[in-house]
Structures are given as structure tokens and as C-alpha cells.
């Protein structure tokens, strides 16, 4: 993301760029109704707002939720003080996210602890195919010891 100066007012182009989004991902969150930007002829104009929006609506899919999820969320904040429910049913949605969140993070845990301990198997599984040095030495001697028996034969049979 290119950092800059906040400003009032972006392009489709401007937004894109700044979120490091393509301005097919911008039209697609507008079709959705995330992000409203105004037109002037026609061309889209995004504020301040729509570009806070995004950053929202980014951070919500990093972490797993569904567009219709952020879009209610959105929502929460246009509501009055009247509406405890909708607010209480928010906070359930982000706390159950939380605990699917952290659910998978342990199950990640798990699953990297089994992969290391994979490895550490089949890295001692290696090491063991590679005789010891005293094996190495004995059949180092024995190959020595043939080798003069060989030659004793050989030199014996042409005589």
C-alpha cells in the first residue's frame, strides 16, 4: 500500500492503488453495497469515508468474516441508540469469530508440532542409514583382507 497523506476525495484508480486492490475489486465491493462512491459523470468519486470503509471491509475478510458479515457490520454503525439487539448480536458474531479464530490457530499449532516431530523422525530415520564409523572401518578391512585373499588365489592359480 503506498502511503500518502489522507485526503478527501480519491479516483477508482487513486483508492486502488492505495489499498494495493483492483478497481474490478472496488466495483464488485460497490455492487455489494460496501463502498458508495459519488459520480461525476462517470466517473467515480470515493471520500474519505468509502476509503475508511475499505480499509474495514479488508481487515474483516483477513480475518475470515463473509461480505454479507462485514456488510452488517457496516450497517451497526448507522444505527441509532436504540438498537441494543443489533449491537448485542454484533458482538456474539465477532466473539464467535474469536473463538473459530483461536480454534484454528491451535489446530495450526498442533499440526506444526506433528510436522517437526515428522521431521525429527525422518531426519534420525536418515542418520540411521548411514553406518557408523566402526562398521565403516571393519568393512574397510575386510574389503583389504579379500582383496589380499583374492590376489593370493589368483596369483597361486597361475602358477
Same mark, same amino acid.
Given at each position: 500500500?503506498?502511503?500518502?497523506?489522507?485526503?478527501?476525495?480519491?479516483?477508482?484508480?487513486?483508492?486502488?492503488?492505495?489499498?494495493?486492490?483492483?478497481?474490478?475489486?472496488?466495483?464488485?465491493?460497490?455492487?455489494?453495497?460496501?463502498?458508495?462512491?459519488?459520480?461525476?459523470?462517470?466517473?467515480?468519486?470515493?471520500?474519505?469515508?468509502?476509503?475508511?470503509?475499505?480499509?474495514?471491509?479488508?481487515?474483516?475478510?483477513?480475518?475470515?468474516?463473509?461480505?454479507? =458479515?462485514? *456488510?452488517?457490520?457496516?450497517?451497526?454503525?448507522?444505527? !441509532?441508540?436504540?438498537? +441494543?439487539? /443489533?449491537?448485542?448480536? %454484533? $458482538?456474539?458474531?465477532?466473539?464467535?469469530?474469536?473463538?473459530?479464530?483461536?480454534?484454528?490457530?491451535?489446530?495450526?499449532?498442533?499440526?506444526?508440532?506433528?510436522?517437526?516431530?515428522?521431521?525429527?523422525?525422518? =531426519?534420525? *530415520?536418515?542418520?540411521?542409514?548411514?553406518?557408523?564409523? !566402526?562398521?565403516?572401518? +571393519?568393512? /574397510?578391512?575386510?574389503? %583389504? $583382507?579379500?582383496?589380499?585373499?583374492?590376489?593370493?588365489?589368483?596369483?597361486?592359480?597361475?602358477?
Amino acid at each position: 500500500m503506498t502511503e500518502r497523506k489522507s485526503k478527501a476525495e480519491y479516483t477508482i484508480r487513486e483508492l486502488a492503488d492505495r489499498f494495493d486492490v483492483t478497481a474490478r475489486t472496488l466495483r464488485f465491493y460497490e455492487q455489494k453495497g460496501l463502498l458508495s462512491p459519488t459520480r461525476r459523470g462517470s466517473t467515480r468519486v470515493y471520500s474519505a469515508a468509502d476509503a475508511a470503509r475499505l480499509d474495514l471491509i479488508l481487515r474483516g475478510r483477513r480475518v475470515g468474516f463473509s461480505l454479507e =458479515e462485514i *456488510k452488517e457490520m457496516q450497517e451497526i454503525e448507522r444505527l !441509532d441508540e436504540g438498537s +441494543r439487539m /443489533r449491537l448485542e448480536t %454484533a $458482538l456474539e458474531r465477532f466473539r464467535d469469530r474469536i473463538a473459530t479464530l483461536e480454534r484454528q490457530r491451535r489446530d495450526i499449532d498442533y499440526a506444526l508440532a506433528e510436522l517437526t516431530a515428522g521431521c525429527r523422525w525422518l =531426519e534420525e *530415520k536418515i542418520a540411521d542409514r548411514d553406518p557408523p564409523e !566402526d562398521i565403516k572401518r +571393519r568393512a /574397510r578391512a575386510f574389503e %583389504a $583382507l579379500a582383496a589380499a585373499r583374492l590376489n593370493d588365489w589368483t596369483e597361486g592359480a597361475s602358477e
